[in-house]
């Protein structure tokens, strides 16, 4: 059974810095892709970035490249998405997704995410 488990979210302070991690079971990292997307109220889902099986990395959005970096430990079959310099408008629910393959897709084709993290909270405020 495919699973994908978000933790990390919280409330932190502009400027900061959090990691959000996607536990991963059913499916091995190597063989998957998997990306982090996020939804901001009143908005909606957008990709942010994506690791391939390979290792590859695909960031979807300008306002994160420089700032959010992925990764991934395939023994604890975990990916990470590391956020510095965070901002308000980056308060969102953050979601992990496997891609339905091991690269992962090109801004044109997000349908290739098949299964879905339920998210996690991330609000940047003072």
């Known amino acids: 059974q495919v699973q994908l488990v978000e933790s990390g979210g919280g409330l932190v302070q502009p400027g900061g810095t959090l990691t959000l991690s996607c536990e991963v079971s059913g499916f091995t990292l190597d063989d998957y892709g998997v990306g982090w997307f996020r939804q901001a109220p009143g908005q909606e889902r957008g990709a942010a970035v994506c690791v391939g099986g390979h290792g590859g990395v695909i960031h979807y959005t300008d306002s994160v490249t420089g700032r959010f970096t992925i990764s991934r430990d395939k023994s604890k079959n975990t990916v990470y998405l590391r956020m510095n310099s965070l901002k308000p408008e980056d308060t969102a629910v953050y979601y992990c997704?496997?891609?339905?393959?091991?690269?992962?897709?090109?801004?044109?084709?997000?349908?290739?995410?098949?299964?879905w993290g339920q998210g996690t909270q991330v609000t940047v405020s003072s």
């Open positions: 997704a496997r891609v339905d393959g091991r690269l992962c897709p090109p801004p044109t084709r997000l349908d290739e995410f098949d299964y």
